[in-house]
């Protein structure tokens, strides 16, 4: 489990990955991507994030802290 400033770190990270991909898309700094495609790309990162997040899986052991 994470410590509460560890989670409040990882919220603003969090914040901030979503928000860099939301800005490089609608400025199309990556290429030019649809509303929909920008949003299943958003879609896929938030999950994935969360996935990883979950309690077992390897990016919450501690030896990857």
Same mark, same amino acid.
């Given at each position: ?7 409040? #770190? ?7 990955a979503?928000h ?13 991507? #649809? ?18 997040l979950?309690?077992? #899986?390897?990016?919450?052991s #501690?030896?990857?802290?």
């Amino acid at each position: 489990d994470l410590a509460p400033h560890e989670r409040a #770190s990882l919220g603003r990270s969090i914040f901030s990955a979503v928000h860099g991909i939301v800005w490089l898309g609608l400025e199309e700094l990556l290429g030019r991507q #649809s509303y929909q495609d920008l949003r299943h790309q958003l879609g896929l990162v938030v999950r994935a994030l969360v996935d990883g997040l979950r309690p077992g #899986s390897p990016a919450t052991s #501690s030896s990857n802290v």
